[in-house]
């Protein structure tokens, strides 16, 4: 089965810093999502990738596929309290072009932005 | 457009006794996901329903079941209850079908919290 790790678990950084959290499969990606969680709440979907090297941006976060498709990073430009939460990456699992119709999730990275 | 919507938003059981969870999906979505979110445990995949039927399961004890109605909400059931079941329960819902083979984007509600003492 598919494993995503995420690291690093925690984070916490000063108001206007830049960030990187990385999730990395144990198999090849066929679909990354990156989603964000308040605690103890639902999860916000952020982006989706499924081409090696594809890279997509939204406001002042940036999620890249690399080439390999075996790793996935999520940028956060001049981070804000707003970014604080729990960011997890999940992935299909897929063989043979079909899905399986569920996501498999990183344990989650905690950031904390100080003002 | 309502999102997905889930109840109750709190629940609190006793060890043995039997919890429901609703979950209604987004309009025109078919498809209905169970994850369990357990301190420490990260987010585990527990079913998966499309179009009334179970398309898979995660590696769940047969206790925890549910079902999706013609409307295509759906419930979980866990039975015989235990400790760590106490966890939040979250539901999502896409348009994807067991054929189809592209992006998978998922819509999550809030979760309903379960608390079993």
């Known amino acids: 089965s598919q494993e995503l790790e995420q690291s690093p678990q925690s984070l916490i950084v000063q108001e206007g810093k830049n960030l990187t959290i990385n999730c990395t499969s144990s198999?090849?990606?066929?679909?990354l999502y990156w989603y964000k969680q308040k605690y103890g709440e639902g999860l916000i979907f952020l982006m989706m990738l499924q081409k090696g090297g594809e890279e997509k941006s939204h406001e002042k976060i940036t999620a890249k596929l690399d080439e390999k498709k075996q790793q996935s990073s999520l940028h956060i430009t001049a981070s804000q309290p707003s970014h604080a939460g729990i960011y997890l990456c999940?992935?299909?699992?897929?063989?043979?072009?079909?899905?399986?119709?569920?996501?498999?999730f990183g344990q989650g990275t905690i950031l904390t932005v100080h003002p | 457009e309502a999102g997905v919507t889930q109840s109750p938003t709190h629940l609190i059981k006793t060890r043995g006794q039997q919890a429901t969870l609703r979950c209604s999906p987004i309009?025109?979505?078919?498809?209905v996901y169970w994850y369990q979110q357990a301190l420490g445990l990260g987010l585990q995949f527990l079913l998966w329903y499309d179009e009334g039927e179970e398309r898979n399961r995660g590696n769940f004890p047969p206790r925890f079941s549910g079902r999706q109605f013609p409307n295509y909400s759906s419930e979980l059931n866990v039975n015989a209850l235990e400790l760590e079941d106490s966890a939040l329960y979250l539901c999502?819902?896409?348009?994807?079908?067991?054929?189809?083979?592209?992006?998978?984007?998922?819509?999550f509600g809030a979760g309903s919290r379960l608390t079993v003492l």
């Open positions: 999940g992935a299909d699992s897929k063989a043979g072009g079909t899905s399986y119709g569920k996501l498999t």
């Open positions: 309009s025109g979505h078919t498809s």
């Open positions: 999502a819902s896409s348009l994807v079908n067991r054929a189809f083979s592209g992006a998978n984007v998922l819509t």
């Open positions: 198999k090849t990606l066929y679909g």
